[in-house]
């Protein structure tokens, strides 16, 4: 049986801000790193898990939220759609200034083996793996 685990289950364990909360939704995530349970979360929980620690509560760098973030999603026993993709999504928000909706485009067109992203935003010429091309 597998259970989904939304945005604030994470963020509880990244900040820390509750003791109890912390407590229990790291125990959880241990429990899928055993084995014991299957846990799934989405591409949208993860955007929003750096939405949030990037926003003026928190004020997480982008250093930190990749540092942080990425060993939970590494985690065995959580699964996620393009789990490889959004954590390669994960090192290049961490080194870029692209938003991390951007990011996903670039590991998605990586794992697709595409030649291009179709766009007007011009800081994907930064990335010097994808070709970026206007209609």
């Known amino acids: 049986m597998s259970d989904f685990v939304d945005t604030n289950v994470f963020i509880r364990v990244l900040t820390k801000d509750d003791p109890l909360k912390f407590e229990r939704c790291l125990s959880l995530l241990e429990r899928a790193e055993r084995g014991e349970i299957r ?17 003026p509560i928190y004020r997480t760098s982008r250093a930190v939220i990749s540092e942080l973030l990425r060993p939970i999603l590494e985690n065995r026993g959580l699964t996620l759609d393009h789990k490889q993709s959004i954590i390669e999504a994960l090192a290049v928000y961490g080194e870029s200034n692209l938003d991390f909706e951007d990011c996903l485009s670039v590991a998605h067109t990586h794992r697709l083996g595409l030649g291009a992203i179709y766009s007007y935003d011009q800081h994907f010429d930064r990335v010097p793996t994808v070709r970026r091309s206007e209609p």
């Open 39 to 55: 846990l799934i979360t989405s591409e949208s929980v993860v955007a929003e898990i750096i939405y949030v620690l990037s926003g």
